[in-house]
């Protein structure tokens, strides 16, 4: 079972696992999508390019620090709803073999009782293998009370 709105603390830390984000990665998602842009598919058109290869969709790796603050389990069981993104920057590109992990820390918690639990703001930060930043910003979620029995 995930974390409780309660357990949630302004100032908490947590790092999440990582994983390799791959060439199937970016070609899923570009079917999903249809986002099928050049930069992200077609390895020879990228070379000419500002990063001088391949690159993955910045909402892809968005998708990744989701899945990632998913897979940690604070949030099984517990979460309401996904709420909002807030100020999230793409700062540097995502390649094809990074090693990505996210680091989270809770910003900001508001109790809502008219809908059995409160918001929890934290801030994501996605990095690489060489714990860079490449993309951050904040994620808003709504997270469930702990029943009054447990």
């Known amino acids: 079972m995930g974390m409780y709105f309660e357990e949630f603390k302004t100032g908490d830390k947590m790092t999440t696992g990582s994983?390799?984000?791959s060439d199937a990665d970016i070609m899923t998602f570009a079917e999903l999508t249809?986002?099928?842009?050049?930069?992200h598919t077609d390895e020879e058109f990228s070379k000419a390019?500002?990063?001088?290869?391949?690159?993955a969709h910045g909402l892809?790796?968005?998708?990744?620090?989701?899945?990632?603050?998913?897979?940690?389990?604070?949030?099984?069981?517990?979460?309401?709803a996904f709420?909002?993104?807030?100020?999230?920057?793409?700062?540097?590109?995502?390649f094809i073999g990074d090693v990505v992990h996210a680091d989270l820390n809770i910003v900001e918690t508001k109790a809502l009782p008219r809908i059995g639990g409160g918001s929890v703001v934290m801030l994501g930060?996605?990095?690489?293998?060489?714990?860079?930043?490449?993309?951050?910003?904040k994620l808003s979620?709504?997270?469930?009370?702990?029943?009054k029995n447990a």
């Not at 249809?34 to 930069?39: E, T």
């Not at 690489?128 to 930043?133: G, K, M, T």
């Open 83 to 94: 709420r909002e993104i807030n100020e999230w920057k793409f700062i540097k590109p995502v």
């Open 125 to 137: 930060e996605l990095k690489n293998q060489q714990d860079e930043v490449r993309m951050k910003g």
């Open 34 to 39: 249809g986002d099928d842009n050049r930069i």
């Open 60 to 80: 892809l790796g968005l998708s990744i620090t989701m899945g990632l603050a998913w897979k940690m389990g604070i949030l099984d069981g517990t979460v309401l």
């Open 19 to 21: 994983r390799v984000v």
């Open 141 to 147: 979620v709504l997270v469930m009370s702990k029943p």
């Open 49 to 55: 390019g500002p990063f001088g290869k391949r690159v």
